[in-house]
């Protein structure tokens, strides 16, 4: 009854501080993954508008230069046969206006049977050295006689800014196989087709798109786009692991024979690629039949990411995190010294200063227990009163240390001869209670049983005690009652106790 009140007053454990601090840097960290996350969220939205705006700049690049394809073809159409110095200006005008045309042809279908017609015609035309001819864009590039087949698709018309570009009259376009599905489509289906990429007689990495004329069958006429000269990504996009590819569709983008250009920017670090996403954008460009789709991706990193907000909560964490831990160690050790002040409180209110053993006020709680358990149990219990005889006679000859040592001493010997559940009490001076609870049901029973722990006491208690130099014989007179329930109360139970003690003691001097 009276531990209730101590009971409730709880120490924090070390685990707990510990399991506390744990959910607040768990907190800590959550907050900074969320700071990280936006971060990567408003990288990657940065990357995919600056993506786009550069998509729509390339898409602006390439159908204007097809529609150039168109207006070539649709003049030709109109008045190339009669006015072909017309023509050449408007050529000439368009390529210097538009860095990615790298020249304009025109292409004829010509028979097997009509080849050296043909070719007669044109050199009586201007051109005394045409021929036609074709050229291997294989490892040994070069020109190669023309292989015999049904029809041949000799250029009959370039302007082109670059120098020598004259010496591409008469190529067969269909000698390369690349150019051949391409120039065999436009013709066949009547609409724009793009060629697959390839390299220049010049070198540079080109594509061409062929267009029919409504007015030929056999007459079909192309642009040279050179990849070198379509806009490249600007500085916006081109960042730390940046890359951009834009390619065939008959290819992959990690096939380089399919690409039309492919730029990045510096390369981040193993840690960067490991802990951090890859963005990625891909799109079809609006190109004519759109066979063209550009990849971009971007490896983000450190770079991406507000280092000084990141370090500031990281700091405050782990500041928070050290106050809260010093904080929950303080109220630890408050808590811990109200419960031992209280428990010290309660043992100078419970206890025996002298002997350590419970006193008077925790003998009367005890005793109440003894007889609530005796209620339940329908048992008996007893109350056994023992007093030193003589003790005043010790204090007075010997002293008052002599006297606390015997105190101390009893004591100890009757904690010896009882049980757990039993209490030794020291009402003060040389007057001690035992409470004895279950002894049994029945009343002999129980008797006996605590006749036998007074006995057992007397002797102990009477064995030869060592005091400072001498010996000294101890003697004790004992009083014992029994009870069952609440019957008695408890100071009657302590006067019975206490009357059968004293006839022993008067028994004694008898």
């Known amino acids: 009854m009276i531990n209730a009140k101590l009971n409730a007053i709880k120490p924090i454990s070390t685990l707990a ?18 700071v990280v996350n936006l971060n990567l969220r408003d990288a990657e939205r940065s990357f995919t508008e600056h993506g786009e705006d550069y998509v729509d700049k390339l898409n602006r690049s390439m159908v204007s230069s097809e529609t150039v394809l168109k207006g070539f073809s649709a003049l030709f159409a109109a008045i190339g046969n009669t006015n072909p110095d017309k023509v050449s200006v408007y050529v000439k005008s368009v390529i210097e206006t538009n860095d990615q045309i790298f020249a304009l042809e025109i292409i004829q279908k010509v028979g097997k049977k009509q080849l050296q017609d043909f070719i007669v015609s044109k050199r009586l035309g201007g051109n005394p050295s045409f021929t036609v001819k074709s050229f291997s864009f294989g490892d040994n590039r070069g020109w190669v006689p023309p292989q015999d087949k049904l029809f041949y698709y000799p250029v009959i018309y370039m302007e082109s800014l670059s120098s020598g570009s004259q010496e591409i009259l008469g190529l067969d376009v269909s000698s390369a196989p690349f150019l051949e599905s391409a120039v065999t489509q436009a013709i066949t289906l009547r609409r724009p087709v793009a060629s697959h990429p390839f390299r220049l007689i010049q070198g540079n990495v080109a594509y061409v798109v062929f267009c029919p004329i409504k007015s030929e069958e056999n007459m079909i006429v192309d642009m040279i786009i050179d990849t070198s000269k379509l806009q490249r990504p600007s500085d916006n996009l081109m960042r730390d692991g940046f890359s951009a590819t834009v390619y065939h569709r008959d290819f992959s983008a990690q096939d380089p024979k399919g690409h039309l250009f492919s730029v990045s920017g510096s390369t981040r670090s193993a840690i960067e690629t490991a802990i951090f996403p890859l963005f990625r954008h891909q799109k079809s460009l609006a190109t004519m039949g759109e066979p063209f789709s550009i990849l971009m991706t971007r490896q983000a990193g450190w770079t991406d990411l507000s280092l000084k907000l990141i370090g500031l909560i990281a700091l405050l964490s782990f500041v928070s995190s050290a106050i809260l831990y010093i904080y929950l160690r303080s109220v630890q050790r408050g808590r811990l010294e109200h419960i031992n002040h209280q428990n010290l409180l309660w043992k100078l209110a419970n206890q025996d200063g002298l002997t350590g053993i419970p006193n008077r006020m925790l003998m009367i709680d005890r005793l109440e227990q003894a007889i609530a358990v005796s209620d339940r149990s329908s048992q008996y219990g007893a109350v056994i009163f023992l007093d030193i005889d003589n003790f005043k006679a010790l204090n007075d000859t010997k002293g008052h ?7 101390i001493e009893v004591a100890k010997r009757i904690k010896h001869c009882i049980r757990d559940v ?13 409470i004895l609870s279950e002894l049994g049901s029945e009343f002999a029973e129980s008797n006996a049983a605590a006749t036998q722990v007074a006995d057992k006491i007397r002797t102990v208690v009477e064995q030869p005690c060592r005091l400072q130099l001498f010996d000294y014989q101890v003697a004790v007179s004992i009083g014992m009652t029994l009870f069952k329930g609440s019957e008695k109360t408890i100071n009657q139970l302590l006067k019975a106790a206490d009357d059968a003690m004293y006839q022993q003691k008067a028994m004694h001097h008898h």
């Open 17 to 34: 501080i510990y399991l506390a601090l744990v959910v607040w840097v768990s907190l800590c960290l959550i907050a900074l993954w969320a």
């Open 401 to 407: 240390d002599a006297g606390d040592l015997l105190l």
């Open 422 to 434: 039993d209490t030794v009490a020291r009402l003060g001076g040389d007057e001690f209670i035992v």
